[in-house]
């Protein structure tokens, strides 16, 4: 191995104490430090990473960074390589199982770790999940097609289109279902548009990514793949959905509605939820368990309705205490056709943003008012607040959560400009978006440290 590429990515302190030890990446070592000892594979650091530490990879898995400076013996155990590329095998084919079409879009739910850049990076075919999820194979003959390369903060109007459209397809040649892979942070934002830019599909829809990448011991990717696969292939829910852990625990996934799903938390595994209802349904490997019946059924037919129009001058704004009126003006002066509000309490903003509303109004932008509580309902009826605002054209949006506000208002806007029919497309519900209550059991968040509390988490928790 060439000298730069035996301390790949070290310089300064870090690299000075590997080679004073003569310890080059992919040595297997013990080192003590005056805090303890850790035994791994040092591996090599990302090009834009610090000159003070030395990673090592631990027999559980998990990277840890050790101060050089603090290093005092380092014993040379051997050398044991890593290969990060994920392992391909040919996807066996099996008369009588169900065809399932996967399309990536990007996200860790099939990636590997680019050591280079300290990155995760897309990885992607049928043969490479296979080699990492080899049980996909006995639930599905599965098909994969790269759509994009993309983080979900990447994802907007060309990529939801292009899916949409790419569904479309898949649905027209005959598959049994359909396994979208996505980045998490957006997926609830794909899931939405994807309900109304594909209506009444004959076949499961789902979105799937992961948490955590492949290479992590406690990644959720390939319970998720399963969980996902085995819900296209097999479930009668003919919908655009959402699936992902449900407990932080291996136990189960759920199925969230599109429409009517959110990420909720930046790194928990069970980070999605439905809010103001309850899921779909629960899937483990062995079994699909409906939570409720109001749901599309699956179809033998082709049919499926693709309406990918959507004007992209829409925003979403979230209200806040003392917010200025330049903030409502600058979209109007921008040439913004729709405006998402996500406003206080029942759905109120403060009184110096009335005149910028009325200029909205007057110049014929539809103006829509969700709730930033995102359970509950807009209701603008109560207060004077409330009352005002109407008068000067802002629309309740009944319980729709404010991202799927704004997709909805996109596509809306997509379809015609005539304001009186874009409030009759965003009051008519297409799949679940606007429900006429909030079920007793749709709003759950347990305060820890209270007895009861801790006492019935105590029964639960894995």
């Given at each position: 191995?060439?000298?730069?590429?035996?301390?790949?990515?070290?310089?300064?302190?870090?690299?000075?104490?590997?080679?004073?030890?003569?310890?080059?990446?992919?040595?297997?070592?013990?080192?003590?430090?005056?805090?303890?000892?850790?035994?791994?594979?040092?591996?090599?650091?990302?090009?834009?990473?610090?000159?003070?530490?030395?990673?090592?990879?631990?027999?559980?898995?998990?990277?840890?960074?050790?101060?050089?400076?603090?290093?005092?013996?380092?014993?040379?155990?051997?050398?044991?390589?890593?290969?990060?590329?994920?392992?391909?095998?040919?996807?066996?084919?099996?008369?009588?199982?169900?065809?399932?079409?996967?399309?990536?879009t990007?996200?860790?739910?099939?990636?590997?770790?680019?050591?280079?850049?300290?990155?995760?990076?897309?990885?992607?075919?049928?043969?490479?999940?296979?080699?990492?999820?080899?049980?996909?194979?006995?639930?599905?003959?599965?098909?994969?097609?790269?759509?994009?390369?993309?983080?979900?903060?990447?994802?907007?109007?060309?990529?939801?289109?292009?899916?949409?459209?790419?569904?479309?397809?898949?649905?027209?040649?005959?598959?049994?279902?359909?396994?979208?892979?996505?980045?998490?942070?957006?997926?609830?934002?794909?899931?939405?548009?994807?309900?109304?830019?594909?209506?009444?599909?004959?076949?499961?829809?789902?979105?799937?990514?992961?948490?955590?990448?492949?290479?992590?011991?406690?990644?959720d990717?390939a319970?998720?793949?399963?969980?996902?696969?085995?819900?296209?292939?097999?479930?009668?829910?003919?919908?655009?959905m959402?699936?992902?852990?449900?407990?932080?625990?291996?136990?189960?996934?759920?199925?969230?509605?599109?429409?009517?799903?959110?990420?909720?938390?930046?790194?928990?595994?069970?980070?999605?939820?439905?809010?103001?209802?309850?899921?779909l349904?629960?899937?483990?490997?062995?079994?699909?368990?409906?939570?409720?019946?109001?749901?599309?059924?699956?179809?033998?037919?082709?049919?499926?309705?693709?309406?990918?129009?959507?004007?992209?001058?829409?925003?979403?704004?979230?209200?806040?205490?003392?917010?200025?009126?330049?903030?409502?003006?600058?979209?109007?002066?921008?040439?913004?056709?729709g405006?998402?509000?996500?406003?206080?309490?029942?759905?109120h903003?403060?009184?110096?943003?009335?005149?910028?509303?009325?200029?909205?109004?007057?110049?014929?932008?539809?103006?829509y008012?969700?709730?930033?509580?995102?359970?509950?309902?807009?209701?603008?009826?109560?207060?004077?607040?409330?009352?005002?605002?109407?008068?000067?054209g802002?629309?309740?949006?009944?319980?729709?959560?404010?991202?799927?506000?704004?997709?909805?208002?996109?596509?809306?806007?997509?379809?015609?400009?005539?304001?009186?029919?874009?409030?009759?497309?965003?009051?008519?519900?297409?799949?679940?978006?606007?429900?006429?209550?909030?079920?007793?059991?749709?709003?759950?968040?347990?305060?820890?440290?209270?007895?009861?509390?801790?006492?019935?988490?105590?029964?639960?928790?894995?």
């Open positions: 191995m060439p000298v730069q590429e035996s301390y790949k990515g070290y310089r300064g302190e870090a690299l000075a104490t590997l080679q004073n030890f003569n310890a080059p990446i992919w040595s297997d070592v013990r080192i003590t430090t005056a805090k303890g000892g850790y035994a791994g594979i040092i591996l090599p650091r990302s090009e834009t990473a610090d000159a003070l530490h030395i990673v090592l990879k631990l027999a559980s898995g998990y990277n840890i960074g050790i101060r050089a400076g603090s290093i005092t013996a380092m014993e040379i155990l051997g050398r044991k390589e890593a290969h990060y590329k994920i392992p391909e095998k040919e996807f066996p084919y099996a008369p009588g199982k169900p065809r399932v079409k996967l399309l990536g990007g996200g860790t739910i099939a990636s590997r770790l680019d050591y280079r850049t300290g990155a995760v990076i897309p990885a992607f075919s049928p043969g490479e999940l296979y080699g990492s999820v080899p049980e996909l194979a006995d639930i599905c003959n599965l098909e994969t097609e790269k759509l994009y390369g993309v983080f979900s903060e990447n994802m907007g109007p060309e990529q939801w289109v292009g899916t949409a459209q790419a569904i479309g397809r898949e649905i027209e040649k005959g598959v049994q279902g359909i396994v979208i892979g996505h980045g998490t942070d957006t997926m609830h934002h794909t899931a939405a548009i994807l309900s109304f830019m594909v209506q009444n599909p004959p076949v499961p829809i789902v979105m799937v990514g992961s948490q955590r990448s492949s290479d992590r011991p406690s990644s990717a319970l998720n793949l399963m969980h996902s696969v085995k819900t296209a292939a097999e479930s009668n829910i003919a919908e655009v959402v699936c992902m852990f449900g407990p932080t625990s291996d136990v189960y996934g759920l199925l969230h509605r599109g429409t009517r799903v959110r990420k909720m938390h930046s790194s928990y595994r069970s980070t999605f939820r439905t809010i103001g209802d309850i899921p349904a629960m899937v483990s490997r062995e079994k699909i368990t409906p939570l409720r019946q109001d749901y599309r059924r699956r179809r033998t037919d082709r049919n499926v309705l693709i309406n990918t129009a959507f004007e992209e001058k829409v925003s979403i704004v979230y209200y806040y205490p003392n917010m200025k009126p330049d903030i409502i003006d600058a979209l109007i002066d921008n040439g913004y056709r405006i998402v509000i996500a406003g206080t309490g029942l759905g903003v403060n009184k110096p943003l009335y005149p910028a509303l009325k200029r909205a109004r007057d110049q014929n932008i539809a103006v008012m969700t709730v930033q509580t995102l359970w509950g309902y807009v209701q603008m009826y109560v207060y004077d607040t409330g009352r005002d605002m109407m008068e000067l802002v629309v309740p949006m009944a319980n729709m959560l404010p991202e799927v506000a704004y997709v909805k208002l996109g596509w809306a806007l997509g379809q015609t400009r005539d304001l009186a029919e874009v409030r009759k497309i965003m009051y008519t519900p297409i799949n679940g978006e606007i429900t006429e209550r909030e079920p007793s059991n749709g709003y759950l968040i347990f305060q820890g440290g209270i007895p009861e509390v801790e006492a019935f988490i105590s029964q639960i928790k894995k």
